[in-house]
């Protein structure tokens, strides 16, 4: 079953003069990756002036399988290239995240994660003020990436 994530943030500067801004979060396919196989899809959406405050804000959006943590664990620590660049420069106040990932210190990457929390508007209910957990998103279908794979006989357990 698909999670997602909506992640909002101020971009330094805008996304249309930023040319990597869009191939920056794309998974690199590579053997073992598990990347490839727990991210849905992903997008951008760079809010218009007149719904945000002033600023280049903008709502990555992604639809995933497992949970929330080991979802971004993974995502980070197969490629922390692009989430370190991200930081250090793409995302206003992000800078003390750097670096990411360090494998010697994984405070790093739990900080990241609970930033990308903090900010993931799929995960507020903005009823209950900034901490409460939304109810999930209605899907059509129950099978995550990893279950479709298994059953094309890739890696990965066909669903029951």
Known sequence: MANFLSLLFQAKISPHSEPRFKTLFVPEQAEGNESTQILHYAWATLLPPQTAPPGNWVLLTTA?????????????????????????????????????????????????????????LSQRDPTKGNGGVSQPVFQGYYWGVTDIIGCLGGPGDPPQ
């Open 64 to 120: 995933y399988d497992l949970d929330f943590a080991k979802y971004i664990a993974i995502l980070v620590q197969n490629n922390p290239g692009p989430f370190n660049y991200a930081v250090q420069h793409l995302i206003v106040g992000a800078e003390s995240l750097y670096p990411v990932f360090d494998a010697n210190d994984p405070t790093r990457l739990n900080n990241f994660i609970q930033w990308i929390a903090k900010n993931d």
